[in-house]
């Protein structure tokens, strides 16, 4: 069985920085990609960064520059170092895998709300 628990979240003021974390079970991160998705009040889900199974990224250009993906293979964890943080990243934040496309992944954490005050 697939499970994934995502946390890290809270508020955090313009400019600053959080850190999400998603532990995994029953699949590994060295096998397929993992990825950060959001989803902000009123509108539809969207990929934020994902990481492969050789351990390639790719980025939202949203956060591109700002946002970095990374994994921890021994412990099973994605984490997702958010800096520079904007009121326009507010958002309930999901990890989920296999895969990189909030359209075809399958397996979903339950998300951990990021908000950010102006």
């Known amino acids: 069985e697939v499970q994934l628990q995502a946390s890290g979240g809270g508020l955090v003021q313009a400019g600053g920085s959080l850190r999400l974390s998603c532990a995994a079970s029953?699949?590994?991160?060295?096998?397929?990609?993992i990825g950060w998705f959001r989803q902000a009040p009123g509108k539809g889900r969207e990929a934020v960064a994902c990481?492969?199974?050789?351990?390639?990224?790719d980025y939202s250009p949203s956060v591109k520059g700002r946002f970095t993906i990374s994994t921890d293979n021994a412990k099973n964890t994605v984490y997702l170092q958010m800096n520079s943080l904007k009121p326009e990243d507010t958002a309930v934040y999901y990890c989920?895998?296999?895969?990189?496309?909030?359209?075809?992944?399958?397996?979903w954490g339950q998300g951990t709300l990021v908000t950010v005050s102006s």
């Open positions: 990481i492969g199974h050789d351990g390639s990224t």
């Open positions: 029953g699949f590994a991160f060295d096998e397929f990609a």
């Open positions: 989920a895998g296999p895969g990189c496309s909030e359209y075809i992944v399958p397996y």
